[in-house]
């Protein structure tokens, strides 16, 4: 357990692991650094810390692309990438914070996990 419940971010994983206690790993990200503000896995395979550092390249360039469209009044809500066993969810926040999900994806139903982290991100803005 890399958190605190202590602060917001710790929280936020916290109510997500009770949400979501099959998941995978979850942290709550610093787009800005890519550090994890808090994190919590249940596989040893999968270190969220390191995750959300790459993560965070994914989200800048994206950021980079919207604006090379000039999709301006858009925002990213959040990224999906699906591999042939989990579902990886980037939920990104109003204050340069995203929250990083992985669940199994026999064992998650997708809605489910995306109304999870949307119901959460409040917290930390």
């Known amino acids: 357990m890399a958190y605190s419940t ?3 971010a710790g929280k936020v994983v916290q109510e997500i692991i009770n949400d979501l206690p099959s998941l995978v790993a979850v942290a709550v990200v610093d787009t800005t650094s890519g550090m994890s503000l808090a994190s919590h896995t249940n596989s040893p395979s999968i ?3 390191t995750a959300a550092a790459y993560n965070t ?3 800048k360039q994206k950021q980079k692309a919207m604006a090379a469209l000039k999709l301006t009044g858009e925002v990213i809500e959040d990224i999906l990438i699906t591999l042939s066993n989990q579902i990886h969810l980037l939920k990104i926040t109003e204050n340069n914070k995203f929250i990083y999900l992985v669940v199994n994806s026999r064992d998650t139903n997708l809605a489910i ?3 999870v982290l949307r119901s959460h991100a409040s917290a930390l803005n």
């Open 57 to 59: 390249e994914v989200v």
């Open 113 to 115: 996990a995306r109304e």
């Open 47 to 49: 270190n969220p810390d």
């Open 6 to 8: 202590n602060n917001a």
